[in-house]
């Protein structure tokens, strides 16, 4: 009797998706937030957690009336005190576009004359172009998710990552790898020193170089943010000195006060423009000094500039 006991077995379709189409007021989520549901009952993505991720979910699971909409009025009534708005949209999954919602993925929706949506499209992480040719042009320069003009599409592109180098794969760098993975940074990490340049330190999702001469990286596709942490204050300033001149989104150097005040003054001294993206002390001030402590408060500031649109991340 033949068994496939041990063998790779491959993940159960996606059924059903609640998709955020609006969103009115303070909310815990986005336009654009899914939650997929697959025929083997795991969930993938959010749309916010709490009573309203609750209330979705059981609609998902109790009954295959798709495709609807659903209102929320997020006040104490529902035990949900944020006193937005929010409208999901629940959607059929045919067989055919389940790849669709592995990570990397864009999606297009069309609107029925009742205002419901439909999947019609869609590109995967590897480019693969599934559903209606007719619509796929369509994601071309489509960042943000939402609506077309004329209201017959809704477009979920996918999440573009922010690149980011740092330099120095020590005990800070190691922290901020790990913490970051899973936030839309593609990260790249370069450090000479063979014994801590190894690739059991970080997760498997980065890139490691095991240099970091300026010659390492001349030929390397620029990158939005760059984080200087060697274990070099000579390494550190000629990096720094080398990165003035690049048009990055966000450029930090870890340092005390002191070496930021002896860096600040001998760029001065060589001429260099002190530019606004450069963060020297890098990091939310405050929050500690063990390796985790300023890795956290490093990707913190990240996010919050993020947030605010001062570093882009595009959707």
């Keep these: 009797m033949s068994t496939l006991t041990g063998l790779a077995q491959k993940p159960s379709r996606v059924t059903c998706e609640a998709l955020v189409v609006d969103v009115k007021g303070s909310a815990p989520t986005a336009i654009g937030g899914s939650l997929a549901l697959r025929g083997d009952d795991v969930l993938l993505g959010t749309v916010g957690g709490g009573q309203m991720e609750y209330s979705v979910l059981n609609h998902l699971r109790g ?6 909409r659903l209102e929320f009025v997020l006040g104490t009534k529902d035990d949900q005190c944020c006193g937005g708005r929010v409208a999901i949209a629940l959607i059929d999954v045919p067989p055919f576009f389940s790849k669709l919602y592995d990570a990397g993925t864009a999606r297009v929706y069309q609107v029925d004359e009742r205002g419901f949506l439909h999947l019609i499209a869609g590109i995967t992480q590897h480019g693969q172009r599934l559903g209606d040719s007719g619509v796929w042009n369509l994601l071309e320069n489509i960042y943000h998710p939402g609506f077309s003009e004329d209201g017959a599409y809704f ?3 996918s999440v573009q990552q922010q690149t980011v180098w740092i330099f120095g794969a020590g005990h800070v760098g190691r922290a901020f790898a790990k913490l970051a993975v899973g936030l839309d940074f593609q990260i790249t990490v370069f450090d000479d020193r063979s014994d801590w340049a190894v690739p059991e330190a970080f997760p498997e ?10 010659e390492s990286f001349r030929e390397q596709p620029r990158s939005d ?9 000579a390494q550190d300033y000629a990096l720094l000195e080398h990165f003035l001149k690049q048009p990055l989104t966000y450029l930090g150097v870890i340092a005390s006060q002191s070496k930021c ?4 003054h001998q760029l001065i001294r060589s001429g260099h423009q002190i530019p606004d993206y450069l963060h020297m002390p890098m990091g939310l001030p405050g929050m500690g000094k063990k ?3 300023i890795a956290v408060s490093i990707l913190a500031e990240l996010l919050q500039l993020r947030q605010k649109g001062a570093i882009s991340c595009q959707f």
């Design 205 to 214: 999702e980065i890139t490691l170089k095991k240099n970091c001469t300026l």
């Design 225 to 233: 943010i760059v984080l200087i942490m060697t274990y070099s204050h």
């Design 261 to 264: 005040a002896r860096f600040q």
């Design 63 to 68: 009954n295959d009336n798709w495709p609807a």
């Design 155 to 157: 477009f979920l592109p």
């Design 291 to 293: 390796p985790s402590e």
